[in-house]
């Protein structure tokens, strides 16, 4: 699943924050020190806020010391990428604080650090919450994927294909080979909402369930350099549902309705091209066009799309042609959507596009929104 590590997206703030975690509780040992006289530390008054006796001011110094050892061990959980990073932190917080207050006039400045490492520990439970629910659509998803037919694709199966499909099914080599009842893939890439934007880097995990036909794709963006944007979007029992939020806390986008679902059928039906043994699926239905191109129509659930998928002259898959819903402004307007392959690579010994490009075809001009790389594509996960 998708990392639960704050700042998963960005290495630079995941740096960042590592530093902070480490140098901050180094800090907090200069409290262990003073108290127990181990070091000159003149800079150090050793006022208190209450009064404290030799005996206590001991303890206090104890404390101090694991402060520290809490900060450290949390920062190098997030060094690490362990989701736990935040829950060590937390609590860390806490006896910092307290002792920053017990010790206000020495160590008053160690509040601002505190202060930071609060607002990351908030983002990185709200987004371990949010990669938990994706988590859980995951497992039902794999759940409820049924065991089809586990003979392999034979010519005879693919006989009554469209003859550019029956060659795109011989190229990708699932001949032979058992269908595919569920996907995992990772990818990475540029994401843009705007014509006018500078691309933003993604990373994403995917996982598809053939029958019945359904999908979660799990997305972490960096936006403006710095702000971390988690997202999923999901299509299950004919109904899509597109969910971002910043930072794990603020929604940017929450999608559901008629628009949304012929949307999330579109991409499940487009993205068969990583899993090709699912153009036998029984919700599709091909119609031959010419000689590399044929049109695929998928009904499901009372919702119904069909797209265009064009071969080049090996049989792969170069492209797929479809309308689809495009909003702006709070109005949504069917409009030409296109997604392009550019390199091609075998996964478990099945040929896929690996690189692309999805791009919507508007009449103000082409809007390019999404370059994708698959790095990673497994069969039957579980």
């Known amino acids: 699943m998708p990392r639960g590590a704050l700042f998963a997206s960005s290495e630079e703030m995941r740096l960042f924050l590592v530093a902070l975690l480490a140098l901050h509780g180094a800090l907090h040992l200069l409290g262990f020190l003073h108290a127990w006289k181990l ?24 404390l101090w010391l694991l402060a520290c050892l809490i900060f450290v061990a949390a920062a190098v959980l997030a060094f690490l990428r362990h989701d736990a990073w935040w829950m060590l932190a937390a609590p860390g917080l806490v006896l910092s604080q307290a002792l920053i207050v017990l010790q206000w006039q020495d160590a008053k400045a160690g509040s601002v650090a505190n202060a930071l490492i609060l607002l990351a520990v908030v983002v990185g439970f709200a987004t371990s919450r949010f990669e938990r629910a994706t988590a859980e659509h995951v497992r039902s998803l794999l759940a409820e994927a049924r065991e089809g037919p586990r003979a392999p694709v034979s010519e005879q199966d693919i006989g009554q294909l469209p003859e550019p499909v029956q060659r795109w099914l011989r190229a990708s080599s699932v001949l032979g080979k058992e269908r595919v009842r569920s996907v995992r893939l990772t990818q ?59 930072a794990s806390l603020f929604t940017l986008a929450d999608a559901r309705g008629p628009n949304i679902d012929q949307g999330t ?78 390199q091609w690579k075998s996964f478990s010994g099945v040929e896929v596009p690996v690189r692309g490009r999805v791009t919507w075809r508007l009449q103000s001009g082409d809007f390019e929104y999404y370059v994708w790389e698959i790095v990673d594509l497994e069969y039957d996960p579980l």
């Open 39 to 62: 070091a000159a530390l003149p800079g150090l008054s050793g006022q208190t806020t209450l009064p404290l006796s030799p005996g206590s001011v001991r303890v206090a110094g104890v």
């Open 265 to 342: 059928l579109l991409r499940f039906l487009g993205e068969t091209v990583w899993f090709p043994s699912a153009a036998l699926s029984d919700v599709i239905r091909w119609q031959p066009l010419d000689a590399t191109r044929a049109r695929a129509s998928m009904s499901y659930a009372g919702v119904s799309a069909s797209a265009v998928f064009v071969f080049d002259e090996r049989g792969r898959f170069s492209a797929l042609e479809a309308e689809r819903y495009f909003e702006r402004g709070g109005v949504s307007t069917l409009e030409p959507w296109r997604v392009t392959a550019e």
């Open 188 to 246: 990475r890439g540029t994401l843009r909402t705007a014509a006018d934007q500078k691309g933003m880097p993604a990373t994403a995990e995917q996982y598809f369930s053939v029958e019945p036909p359904a999908f979660v794709w799990a997305v972490d963006v960096v936006m403006f350099g710095v702000i971390p944007v988690v997202g999923r979007d999901r299509y299950s029992g004919g109904h899509g549902h597109m969910l971002i939020r910043g």
